[in-house]
Every structure is written in structure tokens, then in C-alpha cells.
């Protein structure tokens, strides 16, 4: 049995019928399964890792564990090593962490640090370990939608960096290799996609996919991070991201060829992203 933390996430959503289909037993905990999107085939659980007394029967029966929660800072530290404290306990053989390129690159942004922390607690636990180290999601174009929509233009910051944009997709099909099949126990895999790409050359790819032109303006700072958080983020977050950013030029744009060499196929790109989403910036 594998437990999915983060079941209904990016990576948790094509996770989960990868690992159905290839013959494991998948246990995906959501706080609602009411109202989650889950493939039926999996056992869907309520638990919430901020509860103690949830982790006990989370992990019970329990093979191995993805690990992944949706906190940052010190939250996610906190669950996570928790939740890998409560596996040792009940005898998980394996545990496997989704980190950042940001730990690879020993960045010490909040968001590298935390997850570098979250990834000594999960080594230190005592079952055998492996981390995955994505880059930039795809997904995380998605902001891109509203200004999209509304007004054809997308912003960005200025001196955004070249980055080797990673498909959710890539990684959870690389997550469901680890997951099944022997030799990644202590192995640590940083994860890209085979390109690297200006944010301009993403908006032509976006551009592209759409069939008509889109506006690329880059914006100051100040403005990019009013723009942030007008909508609705902490400001802590936005200053995350932004010390991410900068710690990052020069590092986002390396291209890893783990996911080619591991499944044995090319990386997906920002076009087959962008194709495939295309119909939610219509």
C-alpha cells in the first residue's frame, strides 16, 4: 500500500492513477473526500496532518509514502517530519520527498530552506529514502490566466529568469517509478524539462497554442509584487518568491536529463503544456 499525501495537488492528481496503473494499492488522504477528485479505483482517506492523532491511521498498513504537503516555512517542516517520525514508527520500508531544484543548487531562499530541512528530517526518519527535486512546475503559468483572459497580455517581472520548465505529469510519472520499482532507495534526482525557455518565448508558446498574439509586458518589481498581492497572497509569500527568483537566475535555466534518462522518453514541453491547457485561457 502507498500512501499520496498532497493526493488532489499538481503532482498528486497524475500520481495517483499512475501508480493504479501499475498495479499498486494507492491510499489518497484529502481533508474532504466528498469533495475531492480522486480516482475511484484509489482508498480515499480523511486526515489532516496539522492533528496528531490523524497519523497513526494514515500510515497504518502502509509500504511506502510520498511525501508532500502543502505547507511552507515552517509548516511544512513540521508536517513532513512528522509524518516520516510517525512512518518509521509503523514500519514504512520507503519513503519518497518532493523538494526543489532550489536544495540541489543550495539556495537559502525560505522556500530552499525549508524544503532542505524537510529533506534531512525524511533521511534522518529511518526507512529507506528517496527525494525528488523539480524545477519550475509548468502549472505555475496558470497565473498567467486571468490577465490572459481579460486583456490578452501577460506580466512578468522584469529580469524574469530562463527556465527549464518541468511538466507535473513528468514528475509524477517519475514519482510512480520510484514508488514501484527497485534501486532509487537513497538516490536524490533533480528534475527539469529538456528546454530552457525565456518567459517571452513561453508566451509565444502560449501564444501559439491559443492561435492568436498575446501581449508580453514586463513590469517592474514594485508593480509585479502589488499585482501578487492584490490577489489575496500573504505578503510573506510574495516575498518567498522573490527571494526565490533571485537566488535562482542563472540556476533555473540548467537543464537535468532525469526524466529522459529514468523513463526512457523525451521531457514534455511548454508547447505540449500549453496545448493541453489551452482551453482555460479561452
Same mark, same amino acid.
Do not use: C
Given at each position: 500500500?502507498?500512501?499520496?499525501?498532497?493526493?488532489?495537488?499538481?503532482?498528486?492528481? #497524475?500520481?495517483?492513477?499512475?501508480l493504479? &496503473?501499475?498495479? #499498486?494499492?494507492?491510499?489518497?488522504?484529502?481533508?474532504?473526500?466528498?469533495?475531492?477528485r480522486?480516482?475511484?479505483? =484509489?482508498?480515499?482517506?480523511a486526515?489532516?496532518?496539522?492533528?496528531?492523532?490523524?497519523?497513526?491511521?494514515?500510515?497504518?498498513?502502509?509500504?511506502?509514502?510520498?511525501?508532500?504537503?502543502?505547507?511552507?516555512?515552517?509548516?511544512?517542516?513540521?508536517?513532513?517530519? =512528522?509524518? =516520516?517520525?510517525e512512518?518509521?514508527r509503523?514500519?514504512?520500508?520507503?519513503?519518497?520527498?518532493?523538494?526543489?531544484?532550489?536544495?540541489?543548487?543550495?539556495?537559502?531562499?525560505?522556500?530552499?530552506?525549508?524544503?532542505?530541512?524537510?529533506?534531512?528530517?525524511?533521511?534522518? #526518519?529511518?526507512?529507506?529514502?528517496?527525494?525528488?527535486?523539480?524545477?519550475?512546475?509548468?502549472?505555475?503559468?496558470?497565473?498567467?490566466?486571468?490577465?490572459?483572459?481579460?486583456?490578452?497580455?501577460v506580466?512578468?517581472p522584469?529580469?524574469?529568469?530562463?527556465?527549464?520548465?518541468?511538466?507535473?505529469? &513528468?514528475?509524477?510519472?517519475?514519482?510512480?517509478?520510484?514508488?514501484t520499482?527497485?534501486?532509487?532507495?537513497?538516490?536524490t534526482?533533480?528534475? $527539469?524539462?529538456?528546454?530552457?525557455?525565456?518567459?517571452?518565448?513561453?508566451?509565444?508558446?502560449?501564444?501559439?497554442?491559443?492561435?492568436?498574439?498575446?501581449?508580453?509586458?514586463?513590469?517592474p518589481? #514594485?508593480?509585479?509584487?502589488?499585482?501578487?498581492?492584490?490577489?489575496?497572497?500573504p505578503?510573506?509569500?510574495v516575498?518567498g518568491?522573490? &527571494?526565490?527568483?533571485?537566488?535562482?537566475?542563472g540556476?533555473?535555466?540548467v537543464v537535468?536529463?532525469?526524466?529522459? $534518462?529514468?523513463?526512457?522518453?523525451? =521531457?514534455?514541453?511548454f508547447?505540449?503544456?500549453?496545448?493541453?491547457?489551452?482551453?482555460?485561457?479561452?
Amino acid at each position: 500500500m502507498i500512501l499520496v499525501l498532497g493526493a488532489t495537488g499538481k503532482v498528486g492528481r #497524475a500520481l495517483v492513477p499512475a501508480l493504479l &496503473d501499475a498495479g #499498486a494499492r494507492v491510499r489518497a488522504l484529502t481533508r474532504d473526500p466528498a469533495r475531492a477528485r480522486v480516482d475511484p479505483r =484509489a482508498e480515499v482517506v480523511a486526515g489532516d496532518l496539522d492533528v496528531p492523532a490523524d497519523l497513526p491511521r494514515l500510515v497504518d498498513g502502509v509500504d511506502k509514502v510520498f511525501v508532500l504537503t502543502s505547507g511552507h516555512g515552517r509548516d511544512g517542516v513540521t508536517r513532513e517530519a =512528522a509524518i =516520516a517520525r510517525e512512518a518509521a514508527r509503523a514500519g514504512v520500508a520507503h519513503l519518497v520527498k518532493l523538494s526543489t531544484t532550489g536544495v540541489h543548487f543550495g539556495q537559502t531562499d525560505p522556500i530552499s530552506l525549508a524544503h532542505a530541512e524537510s529533506e534531512e528530517a525524511v533521511r534522518q #526518519a529511518g526507512p529507506a529514502w528517496t527525494v525528488l527535486r523539480p524545477g519550475t512546475f509548468m502549472d505555475n503559468r496558470l497565473a498567467w490566466r486571468r490577465s490572459v483572459v481579460e486583456f490578452g497580455t501577460v506580466h512578468a517581472p522584469e529580469d524574469d529568469p530562463v527556465s527549464a520548465l518541468v511538466h507535473a505529469r &513528468d514528475i509524477a510519472a517519475v514519482a510512480a517509478l520510484v514508488l514501484t520499482t527497485p534501486g532509487h532507495e537513497g538516490a536524490t534526482y533533480p528534475l $527539469t524539462g529538456d528546454e530552457a525557455l525565456t518567459t517571452g518565448q513561453q508566451v509565444e508558446v502560449l501564444a501559439a497554442a491559443l492561435g492568436r498574439p498575446l501581449e508580453f509586458v514586463q513590469e517592474p518589481e #514594485a508593480a509585479a509584487r502589488e499585482r501578487m498581492l492584490s490577489f489575496g497572497w500573504p505578503r510573506s509569500a510574495v516575498d518567498g518568491v522573490f &527571494d526565490l527568483k533571485r537566488q535562482s537566475a542563472g540556476n533555473e535555466g540548467v537543464v537535468f536529463d532525469t526524466v529522459r $534518462t529514468l523513463l526512457g522518453r523525451p =521531457a514534455l514541453t511548454f508547447a505540449d503544456w500549453a496545448r493541453e491547457n489551452a482551453h482555460l485561457f479561452r
